[in-house]
Structure formats: C-alpha cells, structure tokens
C-alpha cells in the first residue's frame, strides 16, 4: 500500500509507483495510451526517469520495431514515450534491453574500425567522464581521486573551474580509475578497449550511487553493527571497482558486474532493515522472519542470478512494507 494507505497502481513484483489512483487521480488517468482510465489499469513505472505508464500499452510500445528516417531499423536502447530517456533499467524489460545492447554492440564493432568513427568515440567519450568527473567526487569512493585532480586543477591556473575544459581534466587526472581511463583513450585504444572504456564510464556513476547510499547508511544511526556491515560493503564495492578497471569489459562481465554490484545494494539494504528493526524494537511475525532468513542466506552465495536478486529484492521490499506498517 502506498503512503495514503490507497492499494498500489503497479504490477506486483516490480517497483511500485508513487502515484495513487485516487489522489493522483487526474494524472494517473490522463490518456496516453488509452487504457489509463479503466479502474483495473495496472501501471509500470520506468526506472531511468520516472515516468509512469499503462502496463498494456507500455508493453505494446516496448515490443515495436523503431525505424530511422531513412527507413532502416534503428539500433539502440528503447526510450522513455514521454522524455526519450533510454530505457537502461527494468525489471520487466530486462529481454528487450539485453537485446538492444546486444545490437548495439554488434554495430558499434562493424563501426569502430573505421579511423574517423574511433576518433570522433575517443572525443566523446572524453567529453562524457569531463561530465561525470565532479558528481563522481561527491561520493566517498572517488572522492580522494577527484580532489587530488582538483588541487593540480587549481596549480594549472583553472581557479574558478577545476573541470572547466578536458585539457585542464587531462593534466589534473593522473591517477585512479577516471585517469586510467583517460591515459587508455589518449593511447589509440583498439575497439575493445573503446568498448571496455564506454562500459566503465557507464559503470563509475552507479558504482558512485552505491557508495553514496552506503555513506548516508553509516550516518543514518549510532549503531556499531550497522557501520561495521557498512564497511564491509563499502569493501566489496572498492573490490568491484577494482575489477571494473582491471577486467576487459565484455558483454558478459559487464552483466556479472551489474550482478554483484545489486548484491552488495541489497546486502546494504538487508542490514539497513536490520537496524531498522533493532532500533525501534520491532516483533516481525514468523513470515517477515522467514524472509530474512532467505535474504540473508541468498546474499551469502559468491554469485548470484539476476533471478536470485529479483527475489530478494522482493522479499526485503515485502519486510520494509512490514516495517512501514508499524509506525
């Protein structure tokens, strides 16, 4: 149930949605589709923006083959009908993902052979990390690279901006994982290693959100328990960063990274609810109990299936909506 205690508008086993049928009542009936107004509408909320759509007709979408001005099939991610934002994440359209990054891959190897194509990638792929560089030193896991490059930043004479231009990135970054990157491009990388480096440019930003997340758990209470576990995870996750940078990144380990790093969300969140229950003494029912017990059991197996932690997610979300209820 959702916070105005109104039944949830979303298809049972994926993120619920925020909006009420009742008290979002004119937003969530706007038609789009043409189904938004039947009371027995279910919706599916994109995770990469945040916009809400009839399930029926958002798989009916999901499902049609794009075409490029000229005619041809277009290759690339699905994006959101409303923003255009690509669809990266979903629970629900996990095949239809898979199966665009896979075209997207087998085109961008034809493409990047080609000497033009490979200089125009190293200059945008440059331009992406300049982008990325400041949020990623917001958080505690590239912290220390990041204001390293801006104290040699500032020593170059960039004062007002560290970042301001790449060339300014370029002599500032030296180390870590943003500098490795950029020394590789700047070195006529080969087309798997373009590949390797888009992929970890991809990464660095969810990597960064985790070790955010993971931050604000420790500060979240004055709980022994809860920071010990919180390192751990902040342990695991330098380990994954570390392999992140030390691995050539197929298709295949880029799916096993994306893998390991839910674990170790997920094993944040399990010890987050934890705390949550040990702190406000909560009594879980056997059923809540034996949730946990399966979470914590699942989270100690080396590798996981994405169907493995579509379970757990499920179940720590069954035991948060238990702890929700007992306010």
Not at 11 to 30: A, H, M, S, W, Y
Not at 99 to 116: C, F, G, N, Y
Not at 181 to 200: F, M, Q, S, V, Y
Request: net charge neutral.
């Amino acid at each position: 149930r959702l916070k105005c205690r109104h039944g949830c508008i979303g298809v049972c086993g994926e993120p619920c949605p925020k909006l009420c049928r009742v008290c979002n009542r004119d937003e969530v009936t706007e038609i789009f589709f043409g189904d938004e107004d039947d009371p027995n509408a279910r919706f599916v909320k994109l995770e990469d923006c945040g916009h809400v759509f009839e399930s029926k007709g958002l798989d009916t979408w999901m499902d049609q083959t794009q075409t490029d001005e000229d005619g041809s099939t277009h290759i690339g991610l699905k994006e959101c009908p409303k923003c255009k934002t690509p669809v990266r994440r979903s629970l629900r359209y996990g095949n239809v993902v898979k199966r665009a990054l896979d075209d997207i891959e087998t085109v961008k190897r034809k493409m990047i052979e080609q000497s033009e194509q490979m200089e125009k990638s190293v200059a945008r792929l440059t331009k992406e990390l300049c982008q990325i560089v400041v949020k990623l030193g917001e958080s505690p896991l590239f912290k220390n690279e990041i204001n390293a490059g801006v104290l040699r930043s500032f020593r170059l004479g960039a004062i007002a901006q560290p970042f301001a231009s790449v060339e300014y990135l370029l002599a500032a970054l030296d180390t870590g994982p943003c500098g490795t990157i950029l020394k590789r491009l700047r070195g006529r990388p080969t087309a798997d290693e373009l590949w390797t480096a888009e992929n970890r440019i991809l990464l660095l930003p969810t990597l960064a959100e985790v070790s955010t997340n993971i931050e604000k758990g420790k500060r979240s209470g004055e709980d022994f328990l809860l920071s010990s576990e919180c390192a751990k995870c902040e342990d695991q996750l330098k380990a994954l960063l570390g392999n992140v940078m030390a691995t050539e990144l197929t298709k295949d380990v880029v799916e096993d990274v994306q893998c390991e790093l839910q674990r170790i969300e997920l094993t944040f969140n399990f010890h987050l609810i934890q705390f949550t229950i040990r702190s406000r003494k909560l009594q879980l029912p056997d059923k809540e109990k034996e949730f946990l017990r399966r979470v914590e059991a699942g989270l100690g197996l080396k590798k996981m299936s994405q169907d493995q932690l579509d379970t757990i997610r499920e179940a720590l979300k069954l035991v948060t909506e238990f702890c929700s209820r007992s306010d």
